[in-house]
Nanobody
Framework: QVQLVESGGGLVQAGGSLKLSCAASTLTFTSYIMGWFRQAPGEEREFVAAITWSGGTTQYTDSVKGRFTISRDNAKNTVSLQMNSLKPEDTAVYYC???????????????????WGQGTQVTVSS
């Protein structure tokens, strides 16, 4: 497993932007598919985006396509989520996640991931 620490959440008006960052404590960061999930109050945790080991391929849930961009910097052991054109329905706690070693692509289920950050709150006001 990997220790993950998120940052960058906050309060923003609809239409605004936020960038979430996640720092990973591991010597083998390139061994992990990385992802972002979110969980709204009373809802199940849902997949948002994932990125392959090299960063060459990404996947998004339909509701964020064209608005969110996931990226990673393997030299710095970080993964980011740039969120543009935010909507009130994007309000949730966002979690950085690392997939299980040996996972195949695509990895979009919560059960594909076994390393989780503490979460960061994103609130979008209308």
């Amino acid at each position: 497993q990997v220790q993950l620490v998120e940052s960058g959440g906050g309060l923003v008006q609809a239409g605004g932007s936020l960038k979430l960052s996640c720092a990973a404590s591991t010597l083998t960061f390139t061994s992990y598919i990385m992802g972002w999930f979110r969980q709204a109050p009373g809802e199940e945790r849902e997949f948002v985006a994932a990125i392959t080991w090299s960063g060459g391929t990404t996947q998004y849930t339909d509701s964020v396509k064209g608005r969110f961009t996931i990226s990673r910097d393997n030299a710095k052991n970080t993964v980011s989520l740039q969120m543009n054109s935010l909507k009130p329905e994007d309000t949730a706690v966002y979690y950085c996640a690392g997939a299980r070693r040996g996972s195949t692509w695509p990895s979009t289920k919560t059960t594909d991931f076994n390393s989780w950050g503490q979460g960061t709150q994103v609130t979008v006001s209308s």
